[in-house]
């Protein structure tokens, strides 16, 4: 499965780290939101990435499934990953962060008018050699989703994503 130089879910990885990296250090609207909504379509697709990739021996898709299933039942589970569903005993439990990632991924691919996330304005000083005309005060909106009957802030979500994809990958190398 290769899109421009992504040879498969690793790259998307890597992809997604590197905006990570940039996002934590984004000081401004609304460029930390193009930076957020990209590494959560891609974490929502290194699943899908990775439970196709046919190179991958079949016990290392079904850890995935194990690890990062997005879907509460099995009526949820589309027919394309029936088959690799199937070979599992028990009905995986939900990873409830990456059922979160789909469901606002989804919510953006199919307009869907749920609430997912909330929203807040995060204000920014800002410190050191300015010039005549800088702002003094920069924002970006910070977005809270619902994990387990609490709240938490989207962005550390998606780095503990990372963090659990990056020792999947390590595990399996």
């Not at 590197?18 to 930390?32: A, G, K, N, V």
């Not at 005309?133 to 962005?155: A, T």
Request: aromatic share 12%; charged share 30%; glycine share 2%.
């Amino acid at each position: 499965m290769t899109v421009f130089s992504f040879d498969g879910f690793r790259d998307l990885f890597e992809k997604s780290k590197y905006e990570m990296q940039m996002m934590e250090t984004c000081r401004s609207h609304p460029d930390y939101d193009y930076l957020l909504f990209n590494v959560t379509v891609s974490v929502n697709h290194l699943f899908e990435w990775c439970i196709r990739d046919k190179n991958l021996d079949e016990n290392i898709r079904l850890e995935c499934v194990k690890r990062f299933n997005p879907y509460e039942t099995p009526y949820d589970v589309p027919r394309d990953f029936h088959g690799l569903y199937k070979k599992i005993e028990t009905f995986p439990v939900v990873n409830e962060e990456q059922l979160v990632i789909r469901q606002l991924c989804n919510k953006a691919k199919h307009f869907k008018k749920t609430n997912v996330e909330t929203q807040s304005r995060k204000n920014i000083s800002v410190c050191g050699v300015m010039r005549c005309g800088d702002r003094l005060c920069q924002f970006h909106y910070q977005y809270d989703v619902e994990i387990s009957n609490s709240e938490k802030k989207l962005n550390v979500v998606l780095s503990e994503m990372l963090d659990k994809w990056g020792t999947f990958i390590n595990e399996i190398v």
